[in-house]
């Protein structure tokens, strides 16, 4: 049965995709965000683009340094991603002492092999970013193009290349926003075949 949706909610038809969170930073800042609006742009060299809203602070970063990097969360991970995409890093960094949302809340995290940005522990995949300088692009629409300098994913429900989510836990498997801080897990998988 097929019905009209209206145009206010046509975003969230296509908004399930692996949510990801986005980490920036530029000499002593640094931040963590959330966004569901990230999507592979290019195989070689591989291109993502994820929307970055003006009013953050990690566009702020981003701009700045030039980097970013996109991680997956887990299904473990549903309460930090709704926790770094709900609170604002600008305040932390503007408190005194000034501090962020690593330390506020006890974010663990590594350093990343090819850019400034700290990466999340616990995430299943984590993607290393340069942005591609388009100024009209993300003015206009907020949209940031970037290329993949370094990746890498738990070998536990990524290998192959591919993800292995049928056996996973729901703590290992990614995270689908619905709305409202609200997320499906990836399902049972089926394989589709050409047909002759
Ligand atoms: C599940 C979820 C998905 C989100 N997706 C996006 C997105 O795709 N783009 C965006 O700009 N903001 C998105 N947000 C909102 C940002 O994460 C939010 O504005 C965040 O507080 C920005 O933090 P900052 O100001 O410290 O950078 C999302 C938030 C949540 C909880």
């Not at 990097?69 to 770094?84: E, I, N, R």
């Not at 995409?85 to 092999?113: C, M, R, V, W, Y």
Request: hydrophobic fraction near 45%.
């Amino acid at each position: 049965m097929r019905q009209d949706v209206p145009l206010a909610q046509a975003s969230r038809l296509l908004n399930h995709g692996p949510t990801v969170l986005v980490s920036a930073a530029h000499g002593p800042q640094r931040n963590l965000m959330a966004a569901a609006w990230a999507m592979p742009l290019d195989f070689d060299p591989p291109k993502v683009a994820v929307v970055i809203d003006r009013a953050t602070f990690t566009r702020q970063l981003i701009a700045a340094s030039g980097e970013l990097a996109l991680m997956v969360p887990s299904g473990a991970q549903a309460d930090l991603t709704v926790t770094v995409g709900n609170t604002s890093g600008q305040a932390l960094a503007e408190a005194d002492p000034p501090t962020d949302k690593f330390a506020a809340q006890g974010i663990g995290h590594f350093a990343a092999q090819r850019i400034a940005a700290p990466l999340v522990e616990g995430c299943l995949a984590w993607l290393e970013c340069r942005v591609i300088a388009w100024p009209e692009l993300s003015a206009a629409h907020d949209l940031y193009l970037a290329e993949v300098v370094a990746a890498q994913a738990d070998a536990r429900v990524f290998h192959g290349g591919r993800w292995h989510f049928d056996d996973a836990p729901p703590q290992l498997r990614s995270l689908h926003h619905l709305g409202g801080g609200q997320f499906v897990l990836p399902g049972a998988s089926v394989q589709g075949e050409r047909r002759a």
